[in-house]
């Protein structure tokens, strides 16, 4: 808001991930647009949205008012990554002027392919590097690096749920018997299931990992 007032203006890229269906939603605000590698396909290409809006859509914050914004959606598959990033890796020149642009980027990004996460962003940027010739990045570079962890999404069985309800009857018990309050959690669903979702993934043993 502060920033419209002075006559400035902000983009923006929001994204959700819903692991049960693998499923990634894109709403952009004038950002540079999100690159998707498909391992399938085995090549990079850009997230683009097919607007449906009536009038003015996808702008960057605190142009004008009135504006709407759509989602792009992909379903990530196993070695899938996608990758968001400021505009200084599209705007990176060459020592005779020329821009790199997106396509260039996706050129770049289809030579390197689909490697580690931190590998990857060492070699794109090692990439530009050599297209502008060394030069000084004149512009902050963030560069975000998006994949499944590859964790399969918890299925409700009625072994949890019986281990779920029997916790609840022996803390009923515990309560009457002591005389003390039963410890009620606050309404919400985290504190509802949180202590089950870690019972499950308990169960399930080792061998899983945090999202990159």
């Known amino acids: 808001t502060r920033l419209s007032q002075g006559g400035m203006f902000a983009t923006a890229i929001v994204v959700t991930y819903w692991a049960p269906t693998s499923h990634l939603s894109i709403c952009n605000a004038g950002h ?13 290409r850009s997230v683009t949205v097919n607007s449906k809006a009536e009038g003015l859509a996808n702008l960057p914050l605190g142009v004008v008012e009135g504006v709407n914004y759509e989602q792009a959606g992909l379903t990530l598959e196993s070695g899938d990554a996608v990758i968001l990033h400021t505009d200084s890796l599209s705007e990176a020149r060459s020592p005779d002027g020329v821009m790199l642009g997106e396509a260039g980027v996706i050129g770049l990004l289809n030579d390197v ?14 990439r530009i590097a050599e297209y502008t ?3 000084d990045e004149d512009d902050d570079v963030t560069i975000l690096v998006l994949r499944r962890n590859e964790v399969a999404p918890l299925v409700l069985r009625p072994a949890n749920i019986a ?13 009457v018997r002591e005389g003390v ?4 959690p606050e309404l919400g ?3 509802f299931l ?4 870690r019972r499950i993934n308990r169960a399930r043993g080792p061998g899983t990992r945090p999202s990159e």
């Open 133 to 135: 010739g060394g030069a």
């Open 32 to 44: 540079p647009r999100a690159l998707h590698y498909s391992a399938r396909e085995r090549s990079w």
């Open 194 to 197: 949180g202590a089950f979702v």
């Open 189 to 191: 669903i985290v504190n």
């Open 181 to 184: 309050p039963f410890p009620w």
């Open 113 to 126: 392919g689909a490697p580690e996460s931190r590998e990857l962003i060492t070699r794109l940027r090692e």
């Open 163 to 175: 281990g779920w309800v029997g916790n609840w009857w022996r803390a009923m018990r515990t309560s």
